[in-house]
């Protein structure tokens, strides 16, 4: 079922020369998988396909995946047709990362029995990211806890590994629609109504983004929380990594971290916290694309905050949208009202009113890729 907007720009591609997308797919993506080999102790017939995969971008055909068995190899197959014979500059930037993401899981075999089986290939870089965090406080309302949710998203370990871009930038938001969106909270809160919170990455940004759900439960809210199916984008949450991080915040020396963790076990324990994924989570279709059985359950939520830099991407269809077009020509199809905590790190961005737009690329030229700058935009539909 598709409920896409009417009219529709084309996509990011890498073979938009100059652009943040063609230096990721040439430069930043083949980084990333030799980066795998780093980090991994792989079998040699392992690292022998991480390698070719790296020296496969960016001029050899995509192609789907090949790992037998693979319980998501028929989604794939369907998702890789309509790219069949181009190379990952020809095909959308959107589509290029989360194949490439796919063929590393093909390559160290996480889907298949043996020495890679459903072992995290990030898993090295998610430590070091939760290891080397300091939590510097506890939220004390909504809208700090909000904005703290947003700044974590500067985080993010496809784009700075652990230890390396502490402090990636200020805070700089675009579109503040905060004192709308806690006010929707409030109004749900009063009938104790469900929010989902769609995840993005670990560490900094996954202990702020349970700190916002402790503070959600707190006021009665049912919470549902999406995680990704396997690995992707580096750093992107697993449900197991979000039990890691509770398991973490509840052992914390901070008396009040540990026990908004105590809280979160107990949330997970009696069901105020349901945790789940969806193949969606991870494919390369975009919002309107969305699977019927997951958009009809979405539509029994109050609230989405979706979190991060990809799914802002997934909501907008990765595609050239003008910054100044409004929410209103694009998200009419979405399930329920829509929350975006998001620091930019692609180009699209949309909502920003021209004069905005013009003065922040002023004064800085990379404000849509750079981290520094963020958006808390809501549709209330």
């Not at 792989?42 to 693979?70: F, G």
């Not at 021209?354 to 209330?380: C, K, L, N, Y």
Request: hydrophobic share 45%; glycine share 6%; aromatic share 8%.
């Amino acid at each position: 079922m598709r409920h896409q907007p009417a009219s529709l720009p084309p996509p990011l591609r890498g073979a938009d020369i100059g652009s943040f997308a063609h230096d990721t797919v040439v430069r930043r993506m083949p980084a990333t998988v030799r980066r795998v080999l780093r980090e991994n102790s792989l079998t040699p017939e392992a690292a022998q396909a991480v390698l070719a995969l790296a020296e496969e971008i960016p001029h050899a055909p995509v192609r789907a995946p090949h790992d037998r068995s693979a319980p998501d190899l028929a989604l794939w197959n369907a998702y890789c047709d309509p790219y069949a014979g181009q190379n990952w500059l020809d095909v959308p930037w959107f589509f290029a990362e989360t194949a490439m993401y796919r063929r590393i899981l093909e390559a160290t075999g996480y889907f298949q029995p043996g020495p890679g089986f459903y072992a995290d290939p990030y898993a090295v870089q998610k430590r070091l990211a939760l290891e080397e965090f300091v939590l510097s406080g506890l939220p004390c309302d909504l809208s700090a806890a909000l904005a703290a949710s947003l700044w974590g998203n500067q985080a993010d370990l496809s784009l700075w590994p652990a230890g390396e871009n502490e402090n990636p930038g200020g805070t700089h938001i675009l579109a503040d629609d905060t004192p709308r969106a806690v006010a929707h909270l409030g109004a749900l809160a009063s009938r104790d109504a469900r929010v989902d919170l769609i995840l993005d990455n670990v560490g900094s940004e996954l202990v702020h983004d349970l700190l916002l759900a402790d503070l959600l439960l707190s006021q009665g809210i049912q919470l549902v929380i999406h995680a990704k199916p396997h690995p992707t984008f580096v750093s992107d949450a697993l449900v197991v990594d979000v039990q890691t991080t509770v398991g973490w915040l509840s052992q914390h020396e901070d008396a009040a971290a540990a026990a908004a963790g105590q809280r979160l076990l107990a949330a997970l324990a009696d069901g105020r916290i349901a945790l789940r994924d969806d193949w969606y989570w991870t494919s390369p279709l975009p919002g309107w694309e969305m699977p019927v059985a997951l958009r009809n359950d979405l539509s029994q939520s109050g609230l989405l905050i979706s979190k991060g830099d990809a799914n802002y991407r997934r909501w907008f269809g990765d595609l050239h949208w003008p910054t100044t077009t409004p929410l209103q020509e694009i998200l009419t199809y979405t399930p329920a009202p829509l929350l975006l905590l998001r620091t930019c790190k692609s180009e699209i961005v949309v909502g920003i009113p021209p004069e905005r737009s013009h003065a922040v690329a002023q004064q800085d030229a990379e404000w849509m890729t750079s981290g520094r700058w963020g958006v808390i935009q809501f549709w209330a539909g």
